[in-house]
């Protein structure tokens, strides 16, 4: 069992924290609101720490789950970073979804001082996270995915390494561009059939035996016709993903036609104040039924 | 086993009739250019006819897998068409994509002269017509389905009665809104990992576990990558199929906006001249590596 850092106790980090925790090692939390370390000290065995050196200093493996690029170079970098804490050998594995630049750029300044860096966002949402059965796209260096494999395997179902450091984000930012299309083409889809007035039990029954079948058909549809979103990854997260996604394509020249006009529309629905509904939420802006439910009902 | 007449021996009506020949019935077939019932005769037993009207006469059930709505006026309506050769109590089944407008007027003129019309498009392409494991979409009457169903079972897997004359073109209408959303998010988000240099193997292994899969992506992620798009269902079908799609639309009201987006990229497609390409052609317009491949390739 090892002495582990994690930093940042949100939806998605507080559950991971807790498996670790369960597993049997020795983990020190970190959160920029302390009130939630004293709810996960409720529920788990560990200890916290003020700052994120603190919670980094002898540990073996440190973990973050943050929000954005700034908030990943606050806990790692600057005098109270995590950076500071870790000894030579260690290895940190970042699970936010970031730019890739930010990725690289920490995995650079941790060879300088013997750090492993590890981008490693993930996917599967809050009930992924709960019930431990995330997957994570990993880039950096093979040696040290495979000292983290086995730690990680407590939340985990799938952990696969896709190269050197930054292609786990983007293969991320893949994943995010796929989830946005066909979300909205099955909302468009959806609230063409509500509008025909056609059973859209049925309809999904059937069709989701063919070629339009998704992931997404098969766990969001049911809630979309009747206008529930209150799945956990909210429209402001995915947002933040495809301004990443966005940007990155800026830089690297790939055409995303429609995947800009879904951001747009996921601004859209931030203005209706549904920033807390889920990404399923595009067929609100199609429908008047199906945007019955309250962004406070979630 | 049942004397039947089948109109249109394309890609998927002949292999549908095919079907129906060796599941024993007697099948008389009509298709627009001779040559194609040559071929056909060739390979299944039955007979052929010159009129739809002479393939129809005394026929129990009567199948039709033409392309669009004026197609299929051609063959009901009128001095040559079926229904002057169906007697009453006989049902007429639709396989085609066409609009919700034709399919319950056609409905409606046989209810005139005691004649069943089914509509009854289908999904799962040529493959599927040719392995007899098509969907089918059903509008119509119970009764009638309930009669066609131990027929056409010879080449589907599920079979549906989704409401009134009408709803099968209309669930098919859905089905092809949503493919197209899923198709260009796919496109889009492979096109982005292959421009940023990454192992799109492994990229599509690992979100194919997670909440961007697809049929699509399963089945045609692979053959996107290299480029190559001969999978039969082309992008001039998809063209009419959206042509229909946005039509019923402003119709009925209800928005389309990246639906929409995606028709003229099919169309773009279709002034490059890659109008055999498969529909997740879509790609090739995002990354000359894509698109390597040539129409004539197909």
Not at 147 to 158: E, L, N
């Given at each position: 069992m090892s002495k582990?850092?994690?930093?940042?106790?949100?939806?998605?980090?507080?559950?991971?924290?807790?498996?670790?925790?369960?597993?049997?090692?020795?983990?020190?939390?970190y959160n920029r609101?302390?009130?939630?370390?004293?709810?996960?000290?409720?529920?788990?065995?560990?200890?916290?720490?003020?700052?994120?050196?603190?919670?980094?200093t002898g540990a073996e493996f440190v973990f973050s789950c943050v929000g954005n690029d700034d908030d990943l170079r606050a806990v790692t970098l600057g005098p109270d970073g995590a950076f500071?804490?870790?000894?030579?050998?260690s290895v940190y594995v970042d699970h936010s979804t970031t730019s890739d630049i930010v990725a690289r750029h920490l995995a650079e300044l941790g060879?300088?001082?013997?750090?492993?860096?590890?981008?490693?966002?993930?996917?599967?949402?809050?009930?992924?996270?709960?019930?431990?059965?995330l997957t994570v796209m990993c880039g950096g260096r093979e040696q040290a995915f495979e000292?983290?494999?086995?730690?990680?395997?407590?939340?985990?179902?799938?952990c696969m390494l896709m190269g050197p450091p930054g292609t786990g984000q983007l293969t991320k930012m893949v994943n995010q561009i796929c989830v946005a299309g066909l979300?909205?083409?099955?909302?468009?889809?959806?609230?063409?059939?509500l509008t025909a007035g056609l059973d859209m039990e049925k309809v999904v029954a059937v069709i989701s035996k063919g070629a339009a079948q998704s992931w997404q058909m098969d766990n969001r549809a049911a809630s979309m016709i009747v206008g529930e979103f209150n799945f956990g990854f909210a429209v402001d997260w995915m947002r933040k993903d495809l301004g990443i996604v966005l940007d990155t394509a800026r830089h690297n020249g790939a055409q995303l036609p429609v995947t800009a006009v879904i951001d747009q529309f996921y601004g859209q629905?931030?203005?209706?104040?549904?920033?807390?509904?889920?990404?399923?939420s595009l067929i609100a802006l199609l429908s008047p039924r199906a945007s019955t439910g309250s962004p406070d009902s979630h």
């Open positions: 582990l850092g994690f930093i940042g106790l949100g939806v998605m980090g507080g559950p991971m924290a807790g498996h670790l925790s369960r597993g049997g090692h020795d983990v020190t939390v609101t302390a009130s939630k370390m004293d709810a996960w000290l409720n529920e788990y065995e560990g200890s916290s720490a003020c700052t994120p050196r603190l919670a980094s500071v804490g870790m000894a030579p050998g060879l300088r001082q013997g750090i492993e860096f590890l981008d490693a966002p993930v996917s599967g949402g809050q009930s992924g996270a709960e019930k431990g059965v000292r983290v494999r086995p730690v990680i395997d407590a939340y985990t179902r799938a979300l909205q083409g099955l909302a468009e889809g959806l609230n063409f059939g629905l931030q203005r209706q104040g549904a920033n807390h509904f889920d990404t399923s």
